[in-house]
């Protein structure tokens, strides 16, 4: 490697640090050598990693070895209940004794009318327990699925309710399990998403305003949802208050019960709420959440998602809609510090008609005002793609990209996947899982696919992305955000000398 290019002449070993000039003939300050030698120890050191990295590309045990050992930063885009992984559901089921329905496989804490209904203890006893375990992992995740008998996006989106009744039960266990894999796995933060609960308080006015909604819709008349939006914000906001509060004080309370932060890690939570109900659900389910993380004190809230399948016949109809409302929520002084991070974009051709994959990026960006986008895939089918990625860049709207789980429910992948885009245009890159427990996968996994794939993105891009992961995240704490980021400073250094002692 030639020494990096500078207006310095560095002295030979002997040589007194007074005799270092500048090109210009000035005498340069004492202090400079030894940063000077800092930095290009660094750059050596970096550059050697960048070279044994490209010796591995095409080595994927090798690229788990190295990425394994790699401090990665964060997890931005992590679904709680879809990241544990299945056997944990299964064990508490089990332990605590659940019935299942031998023909369906469904399970529950009552049995049916069914006499195919079996305890999980009977099943032990006649020797069958091992057997269904494994069929409810087969049908929890995606483990074994072939790639054809069923469509890969409805197997993956119908996990979730299979296995609710057991993640609803298992929070606690579910972060702890998080946080004791991102530590093995060298990850320092995680940003998981979570739901918020006990709206019924909040009732809503007379009238069919979910018929009012989808009407102004229809007529993209924004001035008219607007106001019916105020009819409904004015009527819910008291009642929510107290339910926001008592939502901030459950996250609180059993985060530091469970002392899930450290000096080597640290978890944040976006509230998050499902598109695919009626309008005015999704609205008193947007307010909440903003409601909450703005009046939050413990500094653990981040911000506020929406989930569910984007294809779905209801998310795809008041998509516009609800664009609308974050837009309204955003407007609001109380909640102009909120940060959203907004699933748009995770379509492709087929799964949709044409046109409707060349404004949903679009929207999530200049109409919510999204600080993050979450799969963006569409992108090359955006209108005027190249000027909303240019906006991106400029805005510092992050893209938070999920190579395993766009392979997989979207059958995207290679060149096929917009991140050489989003890259070229110089949209800040993260790199996360999604649901690594239905997807069998994790963090590790995510960049030996993106160093195996793209051979273009070097290790300096890979760096920059984990360091992405921290500078892009919804931290509240700037404190907290500059700590983590002195940890990857110290842990990037001791990463490069373990490749440098094994390039040796």
């Known amino acids: 490697m030639q020494p990096p290019k500078n207006n310095y002449t560095i002295a030979t070993p002997g040589t007194s640090n007074d005799h270092i000039a500048e090109s210009s003939g000035k005498t340069f300050k004492k202090v400079a050598l030894p940063i000077i030698l800092v930095l290009y120890a660094f750059a050596i050191k970096a550059q050697m990693v960048d070279n044994y990295l490209e010796s591995i590309r095409n080595n994927k045990a090798a690229l788990t070895a190295f990425f394994s050992l790699m401090p990665k930063g964060g997890d931005l885009h992590n679904h709680l209940t879809g990241s544990i992984y299945t056997e944990t559901y299964i064990d508490y089921v089990v332990d605590n004794d659940y019935y299942i329905n031998t023909k369906t496989l469904e399970v529950a804490d009552k049995p049916g009318n069914s006499i195919d209904w079996q305890l999980f203890s009977t099943l032990r006893k006649a020797g069958q327990l091992d057997a269904y375990k494994q069929k409810l992992i087969q049908i929890w995740s995606v483990k074994d699925y072939n790639g054809v008998s069923y469509p890969s996006d409805k197997l993956f989106f119908e996990t979730f309710p299979l296995f609710g009744v057991a993640s609803n039960k298992t929070i606690e266990q579910g972060l702890l399990e998080l946080k004791n894999r991102a530590k093995a796995e060298h990850v320092n933060y995680i940003e998981t998403m979570t739901g918020t609960a006990g709206d019924d308080a909040a009732k809503l006015p007379a009238g069919n305003l979910d018929d009012e909604l989808e009407d102004a819709e229809d007529k993209k008349d924004t001035a008219l949802t607007f106001r019916i939006l105020d009819t409904i914000y004015n009527a819910i906001i008291q009642p929510l208050k107290p339910v926001a509060a008592a939502n901030n004080k459950y996250i609180s309370d059993m985060h530091y019960r469970l002392g899930l932060d450290d000096a080597d890690f640290t978890i944040r939570y976006q509230f998050a709420f499902v598109r695919v109900i009626a309008p005015t659900l999704v609205f008193r389910k947007m307010v909440l959440s903003f409601e909450a993380v703005s009046t939050d004190t413990s500094k653990l809230l981040g911000g506020v998602n929406i989930l569910a399948p984007e294809n779905n016949d209801i998310s795809m109809r008041d998509y ?185």
């Not at 963006?376 to 938070?400: F, R």
């Open 320 to 504: 516009w809609l609800h664009m609308q409302m974050f837009r309204y929520c955003r407007n609001k002084t109380q909640y102009k510090n909120v940060k959203c991070s907004l699933h748009a974009g995770e379509l492709v051709l087929g799964m949709v008609k044409p046109e409707e994959l060349t404004w949903h990026i679009n929207d999530a960006v200049h109409v919510a005002g999204a600080n993050r986008i979450g799969h963006g895939v569409d992108m090359p089918y955006e209108h005027d793609c190249y000027d909303l990625l240019k906006y991106m860049a400029a805005n510092k709207i992050a893209i938070e990209i999920n190579l395993y789980s766009n392979q997989f429910i979207l059958k995207v992948q290679d060149d096929r996947h917009p991140i050489t885009l989003y890259k070229q245009f110089n949209v800040p890159i993260t790199i996360s899982t999604d649901d690594a427990g239905v997807l069998r996968s994790n963090l590790i996994e995510q960049y030996v696919l993106l160093a195996s794939r793209y051979k273009n993105i070097a290790y300096k891009d890979i760096k920059q992305f984990v360091y992405n992961s921290i500078e892009y995240s919804f931290i509240p704490d700037e404190k907290v955000k500059g700590r983590i980021k002195t940890q990857l400073d110290s842990q990037f250094a001791a990463f490069e000398r373990k490749i440098q002692e094994i390039v040796k």
